[in-house]
């Protein structure tokens, strides 16, 4: 994503000035540009507009900021009594708010020599993932009875809409009807009206019709095996097995970014660790030659590999069959999983620590959606967690059914596509969920009654034809994806590494539709995830709530080094 500061004309205007982001913001353009564009473009230095600045009053200042009421405040106090810069050119993320403009137009007009809304307030966090970016959202959302989850469902539905405007795109909407929560629907309808009041007021005063392109919301009650699973891909084993914070590998031996400014890290993040560890990180090297001189990157890699490996064969291979064999409902030969307890049962007797068992533990109730009282006790107190037990009775909070009831008799299971022919390896036999909802879409396979329309879709999408079958296939790179078919999931709870990695694959198998997915909060590691638990459930008298984490999909060949 380029990102470029020009004048109402058009033209570049900025030479030497000042440019003072916000914490968003700054978060915003370091996930899409570099300090050296920010020069090329006339910045010299960047500021926080949320500390004490000295005053540069021959300098002209550059403001890309949330339309918020701390930021409007933040702005005015830099220009009252006395102006600490020569003028103000304002950039808003998205639509400003009349009291805020109209108190920042009163307080400081004569300063201000630009003012406009660029639509951005998502982050790109890889080339087909994005993130509204609000740690709070979740908590807002599913906690019981909270006080905010509307406030925060229009933001995130904003935040969507920038999203489409980027992307020139005015999609048709659906979402996941489910039958215990209506915040997917809730969501969907705000987006829609929201992106119709947009292309009402675009800036050519003209109406938009549709695109081809079609939004999906999903809830994350869809899945929430694919949270809890070890997988074994190198970006989800990274994010959860290692010590990483904001998208830093830290440790003794080598520190590096893993963004997809690493052009090695691009073509591993979702490998199968056995692929990598069998030769495949030399051998992909060695068909790289501008790496060959890039010592530190190279060890950087070769050590992580090592390092997940080690813990893989210390600890997490252990873990794998039987969370497999749970999640999947058959072992490894296909034969089906007769009584989950005797899987279970093998995890809760050795000696793995207690976030490795909970998620054993919620498995093995997804596995029977949801089971008795009286046994889910006798879990909890094998696991030690009696005074934590909301890690696992919480997952009713986001319509999982944890405790079977009559009430829960009418939970269905989601039907799934028949996989039988992949290969796999043993300890990677799951495939999410919201793979089968991509390939169904782009198929035009997903049924009305479980995905209703909240608003007309394209042609392409409405069921007349399979998508791949609209044009000839493109290629695979941006510009030719970008002449394509666009689909959009939004995930309300999270996306895990599995199911961004499975936007990639469905991307690749149908060249001419790229599939872009997102999430809100911000992407998280299983035992991050955990230990936001206690926090959740602090003064909610006993009103239990849990969380889900994120990871990656299982998918490799047994030439590629056999099963593990």
Same mark, same amino acid.
Request: charged share 30%; glycine share 4%.
């Given at each position: 994503?380029?990102?470029?500061?020009?004048?109402?004309?058009?033209?570049?205007?900025?030479? $030497?000035?000042?440019?003072?982001?916000?914490?968003?913001?700054?978060?915003?353009? /370091?996930?899409?540009?570099?300090?050296?564009?920010?020069?090329?473009? &006339?910045?010299?230095?960047?500021?926080?507009?949320?500390?004490?600045?000295?005053?540069?009053?021959?300098?002209?200042?550059?403001?890309?900021?949330?339309?918020?009421?701390?930021?409007?405040?933040?702005?005015?106090?830099?220009?009252?009594?006395?102006?600490?810069?020569?003028?103000?050119?304002?950039?808003?993320?998205?639509?400003?708010?009349?009291? =805020?403009?109209?108190?920042?137009? @009163?307080?400081?007009?004569?300063?201000?020599?630009?003012?406009?809304?660029?639509?951005?307030?998502?982050?790109?966090?890889?080339?087909?993932?994005?993130?509204?970016?609000?740690?709070?959202?979740?908590? /807002?959302?599913?906690?019981? $009875?909270?006080?905010?989850?509307?406030?925060?469902?229009?933001?995130?539905?904003?935040?969507?809409?920038?999203?489409?405007?980027?992307?020139?795109?005015?999609?048709?909407?659906?979402?996941?009807?489910? #039958?215990?929560?209506?915040?997917?629907?809730? =969501?969907?309808?705000?987006?829609?009206?929201?992106?119709?009041?947009?292309?009402?007021?675009?800036? $050519?005063?003209?109406?938009?019709?549709?695109?081809?392109?079609? !939004?999906?919301?999903?809830?994350?009650?869809?899945?929430?095996?694919?949270?809890?699973?070890?997988?074994?891909?190198?970006?989800?084993?990274?994010?959860?097995?290692?010590?990483?914070?904001?998208?830093?590998?830290? &440790?003794?031996? @080598?520190?590096?970014?893993?963004?997809?400014?690493?052009?090695?890290?691009?073509?591993?993040?979702?490998?199968?660790?056995?692929?990598?560890?069998?030769?495949?990180?030399?051998?992909?090297?060695?068909?790289?030659?501008?790496?060959?001189?890039?010592?530190?990157?190279?060890?950087?890699?070769?050590?992580?590999?090592?390092? !997940?490996?080690?813990?893989?064969?210390? +600890?997490?291979?252990? =873990?794998?069959?039987?969370?497999?064999?749970?999640?999947? &409902?058959?072992?490894?030969?296909?034969? @089906?999983?007769?009584?989950?307890?005797?899987?279970?049962? #093998?995890?809760?007797?050795?000696?793995?620590?207690?976030?490795?068992?909970?998620?054993?533990?919620?498995?093995?109730?997804?596995?029977?959606?949801?089971?008795?009282?009286?046994? =889910?006790?006798?879990?909890?107190?094998?696991?030690?967690?009696?005074?934590?037990?909301?890690?696992?009775?919480?997952?009713?909070?986001?319509?999982?059914?944890?405790?079977?009831? #009559?009430?829960?008799?009418?939970?269905?299971?989601? /039907?799934?596509?028949?996989?039988?022919?992949?290969?796999?390896?043993?300890?990677?036999?799951?495939?999410?969920?919201?793979?089968?909802?991509?390939?169904?879409?782009?198929?035009?396979?997903?049924?009305?009654?479980?995905?209703?329309?909240?608003?007309?879709?394209?042609?392409?999408?409405?069921?007349?034809?399979?998508?791949?079958?609209?044009?000839?296939?493109?290629?695979?790179?941006?510009?030719?994806?970008?002449?394509?078919?666009?689909?959009?999931?939004?995930?309300?709870?999270?996306?895990?590494?599995?199911?961004?990695?499975?936007?990639?694959?469905?991307?690749?198998?149908?060249?001419?539709?790229?599939?872009?997915? &997102?999430?809100? %909060?911000?992407?998280?590691?299983?035992?991050?995830?955990?230990?936001? !638990? %206690?926090?959740?459930?602090?003064?909610? $008298? +006993?009103?239990?709530?849990?969380?889900?984490?994120?990871?990656?999909?299982?998918?490799?060949?047994?030439?590629?080094?056999?099963?593990?």
């Amino acid at each position: 994503m380029s990102f470029e500061l020009a004048s109402s004309s058009g033209k570049k205007c900025f030479t $030497n000035d000042i440019l003072i982001l916000d914490h968003f913001t700054t978060r915003l353009l /370091s996930s899409c540009c570099k300090m050296s564009d920010l020069m090329s473009e &006339g910045i010299t230095i960047v500021e926080d507009l949320h500390k004490n600045r000295e005053p540069v009053p021959e300098m002209k200042a550059i403001y890309f900021m949330r339309p918020t009421a701390m930021c409007i405040d933040a702005f005015i106090n830099d220009f009252k009594p006395k102006p600490k810069y020569k003028a103000a050119y304002v950039f808003f993320t998205d639509y400003c708010p009349d009291d =805020l403009f109209d108190k920042m137009k @009163k307080s400081c007009a004569k300063h201000i020599k630009v003012c406009k809304e660029i639509n951005i307030s998502f982050l790109p966090l890889e080339a087909q993932v994005f993130s509204c970016d609000n740690a709070e959202a979740f908590k /807002s959302i599913y906690t019981p $009875n909270s006080q905010d989850r509307d406030q925060t469902l229009e933001t995130i539905a904003d935040q969507i809409v920038t999203l489409c405007a980027t992307l020139d795109e005015y999609p048709g909407v659906r979402f996941k009807k489910d #039958p215990n929560l209506n915040y997917g629907k809730k =969501l969907a309808e705000l987006v829609d009206n929201k992106l119709a009041r947009h292309y009402e007021l675009d800036d $050519n005063s003209k109406k938009k019709g549709k695109t081809q392109a079609q !939004l999906l919301i999903v809830d994350r009650a869809l899945d929430p095996v694919s949270p809890i699973l070890h997988e074994l891909t190198y970006q989800a084993m990274a994010f959860d097995l290692i010590p990483i914070k904001d998208n830093l590998k830290d &440790g003794s031996k @080598k520190e590096a970014l893993l963004t997809e400014e690493d052009e090695l890290w691009v073509k591993l993040r979702h490998m199968h660790i056995a692929e990598i560890s069998i030769g495949g990180l030399s051998q992909l090297m060695k068909k790289m030659p501008a790496f060959r001189k890039q010592v530190t990157q190279k060890t950087v890699h070769i050590c992580l590999a090592e390092d !997940l490996m080690s813990r893989y064969q210390k +600890n997490v291979e252990k =873990l794998c069959k039987a969370e497999q064999d749970l999640a999947v &409902g058959a072992d490894a030969e296909g034969q @089906k999983v007769k009584d989950p307890m005797r899987t279970l049962l #093998p995890v809760l007797l050795h000696p793995h620590d207690t976030t490795d068992k909970i998620r054993a533990v919620l498995l093995y109730i997804f596995s029977l959606n949801g089971t008795t009282a009286e046994n =889910l006790n006798k879990l909890i107190q094998h696991v030690k967690i009696e005074d934590e037990r909301g890690y696992i009775l919480n997952w009713e909070h986001l319509g999982v059914p944890i405790l079977s009831t #009559p009430s829960m008799y009418s939970f269905r299971k989601q /039907s799934r596509r028949d996989r039988s022919d992949e290969e796999t390896y043993k300890v990677s036999r799951w495939t999410p969920i919201i793979k089968d909802v991509m390939e169904d879409a782009v198929e035009n396979k997903l049924e009305v009654k479980d995905w209703p329309y909240q608003s007309e879709c394209p042609s392409a999408w409405n069921g007349s034809r399979a998508v791949s079958a609209r044009q000839k296939h493109k290629g695979s790179s941006p510009d030719d994806l970008r002449s394509g078919l666009r689909l959009i999931l939004f995930v309300l709870g999270g996306v895990t590494y599995s199911e961004m990695r499975c936007a990639y694959e469905v991307t690749h198998a149908n060249k001419s539709c790229e599939v872009i997915i &997102g999430k809100s %909060p911000y992407r998280c590691e299983p035992e991050k995830m955990l230990k936001m !638990l %206690p926090v959740f459930c602090s003064g909610l $008298n +006993n009103a239990f709530f849990v969380v889900c984490r994120l990871d990656a999909h299982p998918d490799s060949t047994q030439s590629a080094g056999g099963h593990l």
